[in-house]
Antibody, heavy 120, light 110 residues
Framework: EVQLLESGGGLVQPGGSLRLSCAASGFTFSNYAMRWVRQAPGKGLEWVSTISGSDGSTYYADSVKGRFTISRDNSKNTLYLQMNSLRAEDTAVYYC?????????????WGQGTLVTVSS | QAGLTQPPSVSKGLRQTATLTCTGNSNNVGNQGAAWLQQHQGHPPKIISYRDNNRPSGISERFSASRSGNTASLTITGLQPEDEADYYCSAWDSSLSVWVFGGGTKLTVI
């Protein structure tokens, strides 16, 4: 059974930094693309970033490009999201999601999410 | 990055049929189709249909997806109380190289 467990969320001041982690189990982690998707309170889903399972290619939404960095440690089956220069509009529940192929595919498994609140 | 268009809400009666729509363009829905996600209040999303319109294991046959041109549809037959949830569509936009989501449809079973 696929399991994804996010951690690292919390309250941070505007301009601050935070690193999210997503521990994966139940599948061969290195074989699949992984993503971060966020959901602001009472709002819809927004794709944030993708990292491929094979060559580690990365992709970002315009809203976070240059501020967020996605990475993975296949030896630890863990996905990361380094978030810098945080803004109030980054406040959201952040989900990690598994793709269906090494390069992408649909979002077929999701974690429970971790809440990031950016506020002074 | 423009998203996909979904009606904000749909209300149907118990045991009726609901059809939810998701409209994009030729670079996203019209290109590779749309997947559908179900999200109950306070829970993470769960995929209920892949972009090729196939259902994941364990998803009821009451859920079926289709596509016509740039519009994807999710049909739910024999509505049950547990079907009340938010439904999102998602697609890969090959022109923008980004994943796009619809704004979500809140399905109410009355």
């Amino acid at each position: 059974e696929v399991q994804l467990l996010e951690s690292g969320g919390g309250l941070v001041q505007p301009g601050g930094s935070l690193r999210l982690s997503c521990a994966a189990s139940g599948f061969t982690f290195s074989n699949y693309a992984m993503r971060w998707v966020r959901q602001a309170p009472g709002k819809g889903l927004e794709w944030v970033s993708t990292i491929s399972g094979s060559d580690g290619s990365t992709y970002y939404a315009d809203s976070v490009k240059g501020r967020f960095t996605i990475s993975r440690d296949n030896s630890k089956n863990t996905l990361y999201l380094q978030m810098n220069s945080l803004r109030a509009e980054d406040t959201a529940v952040y989900y990690c999601a598994k793709g269906t192929s090494y390069s992408g595919g649909d979002f077929d498994s999701w974690g429970q999410g971790t809440l990031v609140t950016v506020s002074s | 990055q423009a998203g996909l268009t979904q009606p904000p809400s749909v209300s149907k009666g118990l045991r009726q049929t609901a059809t939810l729509t998701c409209t994009g363009n030729s670079n996203n829905v019209g290109n590779q189709g749309a997947a559908w996600l179900q999200q109950h209040q306070g829970h993470p999303p769960k995929i209920i249909s892949y972009r090729d319109n196939n259902r994941p294991s364990g998803i009821s046959e009451r859920f079926s997806a289709s596509r016509s041109g740039n519009t994807a549809s999710l049909t739910i037959t024999g509505l049950q109380p547990e079907d009340e949830a938010d439904y999102y569509c998602s697609a890969w936009d090959s022109s923008l190289s980004v994943w796009v989501f619809g704004g979500g449809t809140k399905l109410t079973v009355i």
